[in-house]
């Protein structure tokens, strides 16, 4: 049975099943991990893949790692291929062996029935440390690959259903907290095993090869529906350029270079002239940059497509080595993600040109990370704070940004004031929105967020990744850019100390670190704005009456 042949109906069916699954799979994730960062910030994927690679399920979790899982299902069978058997786990960090940052742990189940290999259980995990030179692993600093943590290129985690214990034993003996780090890589390995029994029974009611021509008509199908689209947009040639403003080191522009083109049913984005690879750790894998445009292109589409690889048949990445858009040998990555923000904002910035009423204005230009880590008191051991601060989206052609919401790319969240304050040595003082921050148009910028930590051990590591002080997120269509982020450092005598976007410092107890987001660009010329709308954000404190009459001629 082919893709092509199958019936509609039960490929739905089948497609249903495989969606489901792949939900379960973030679901036993979520309830049995045990960082903040996996199980309250929510920065892991599952996928399911077919017998050959081809995604053909995912669920509904965070879009830059599963549009990294076909490269990473590449290189497993290019170095594993016919040696697999039943009850066999991989596990693979490394960013060049197919992996995105060493923090991002991939783990892949390849599941079989009666001998027959009908899929793989794939998940991804943002771990909260792997070792390296900072608690936490990532900083923007790090200049190369050997001071971000333990690599781990494709190996076997599970032989046949039983432990490796020397890989666990290197794993144990290069990460800070093992509990932690064995406690989500556990919740990873159950997350496949759930998949395996889900897939074996449907392996049993259609029969392995029935069940392989199905997956197969769900890609192919995938891929129709995309051409479909792509071919009714006009053909063009469109390029942006936006900027990170730091090299992770030092406070410099970046350029990231997107240049769209689209030609019939097919769509090719360009970024090979970004920026040369930077100093510090924000240099990207090309994997990771192909997620960034899958995204940007999927945002675009009317159509629901089944999330399957198909959707990235009809779409070219190029990228060229030694860039920020392809990190060679020994370049450090582990701050990469900001990157792909910044490179989904510049491939947005080319489509607006191209189909201006599918693309909205940029957002907050990524998730801020904040790495909080030191000694507990009384010698109760060290803890490893990871936040994830997600703020707000741009205008759209249809609507206002939304407000304290993830980055549209990320799906993950900030983790909540109680079990910050519960879990670690932490006062969170202040959270929430900040008025007259969004970019004013027809359609306003969401507002950003404001979060303030108050530190009570001393000698802590803070590590933070941030972005969009010096580059407010664009606008569009005559909407203004949103309002810049900021990081400050207020000590206990009041002293305050302004702090680039990008650092890793020590500060002491009773410090109080304050960071805001960027604000959300505007969509539209802000005199179209409905003054009823205007008044309703005054009346709601987001944005100040001074604000409301400056940007939309309000009168009280």
């Known amino acids: ?30 309830r049995t991990a045990h960082s903040t960062v996996v199980r309250d910030g929510m920065d892991f994927s599952a996928a399911l893949c077919d017998a050959r690679g081809e995604t053909v399920a995912q669920a509904v979790t965070v879009p830059f790692h599963l549009g990294s899982v076909p490269h990473a299902m590449d290189t497993l069978r290019a170095k594993w291929g016919e040696r697999m058997r039943p009850g066999d786990v991989f596990v693979m960090n490394d960013p060049f062996d197919g992996g995105i940052h060493l923090q991002d742990i991939f783990v892949f189940k390849p599941v079989f029935l009666e001998g027959a290999l009908l899929g793989f259980a794939t998940t991804t995990a943002h771990h909260g440390d792997v070792g390296g030179r900072l608690p936490g692993s990532a900083a923007c600093d790090n200049t190369e690959i050997f001071q971000e ?12 259903g039983e432990p490796v214990e020397a890989v666990f034993e290197v794993i144990r003996a290069n990460v800070r907290i093992p509990r932690m780090t064995f406690g989500d890589l556990g919740a990873q390995i159950a997350a496949t095993s759930v998949a395996e029994r889900a897939l074996q029974e449907l392996g049993r009611r259609y029969g392995p090869e029935p069940l392989a021509g199905l997956m197969d008509g769900l890609v192919v199908h995938s891929e129709r529906l995309v051409r479909q689209e792509i071919a009714g947009w006009p053909d063009g040639v469109a390029t942006f350029t936006d900027y990170l403003d730091s090299d992770g080191i030092e406070r410099r522009d970046v350029p990231l270079v997107a240049t769209v083109t689209i030609e019939g049913d097919e769509l090719t984005a360009d970024l090979r002239e970004s920026s040369p690879m930077v100093a510090g750790a924000l240099n990207s894998t090309r994997s990771f940059i192909q997620a960034c445009v899958y995204q940007a292109v999927r945002s675009a589409l009317e159509v629901e497509i089944p999330n399957t690889s198909g959707a990235f048949r009809p779409i070219h990445v190029l990228t060229r080595p030694g860039t ?50 030191a000694g507990r008191p009384a010698g109760r051991g060290r803890f490893i704070f990871y936040e994830l601060v997600v703020g707000t989206w741009g205008g759209t052609p249809e609507n206002d940004g939304n407000d304290g919401v993830t980055n549209p790319a990320s799906l993950a969240a900030n983790i909540p004031v109680e079990v910050a304050e519960a879990e670690f040595p932490i006062h969170i003082e202040r959270y929430g929105l900040v008025p007259d921050s969004g970019g004013a148009g027809r359609h306003r910028g969401g507002l950003a967020i404001e979060r303030a930590w108050r530190c009570l051990t001393p000698d802590t590591s803070l590590i933070v990744r941030s972005d969009r002080a010096v580059h407010p997120p664009y606008g569009l ?22 702090l680039p976007s990008m650092f890793s410092i020590t500060i002491g107890a009773g410090d109080l670190f304050v960071h805001r987001t960027a604000g959300g660009g505007g969509f539209g010329d802000p005199a179209e704005r409905d003054p009823a709308r205007v008044e309703e954000d005054v ?18």
């Not at 009346?539 to 009280?556: C, F, I, R, T, V």
């Open 1 to 30: 049975m082919t893709g092509r042949s199958t019936d509609p109906v039960t490929q739905q069916i089948v497609g249903s099943a495989l969606a489901s699954i792949a939900d379960e799979m973030a679901t036993t994730i979520f």
């Open 149 to 160: 943590g333990i690599r781990l290129p494709w190996l076997r985690l599970f032989d046949q």
């Open 324 to 373: 920020i858009a392809e990190v060679v040998m020994p370049g450090a990555s582990s701050m990469r993600g900001v990157t792909g923000f910044r490179a989904l904002d510049a491939i947005n910035g080319a489509l607006a040109q191209l189909i201006p009423g599918r693309v909205g204005a940029a957002g907050e230009g990524g998730n801020t990370l904040a790495v909080f880590g």
């Open 477 to 498: 269509a005559g909407g203004g850019p949103g309002a810049v982020s900021s990081n400050l450092l207020v000590h206990p005598d009041g002293s305050e100390e302004a």
């Open 539 to 556: 009346l709601d404190g987001k944005l100040s009456p001074q604000a409301a009459e400056e940007q939309y001629g309000w009168q009280n």
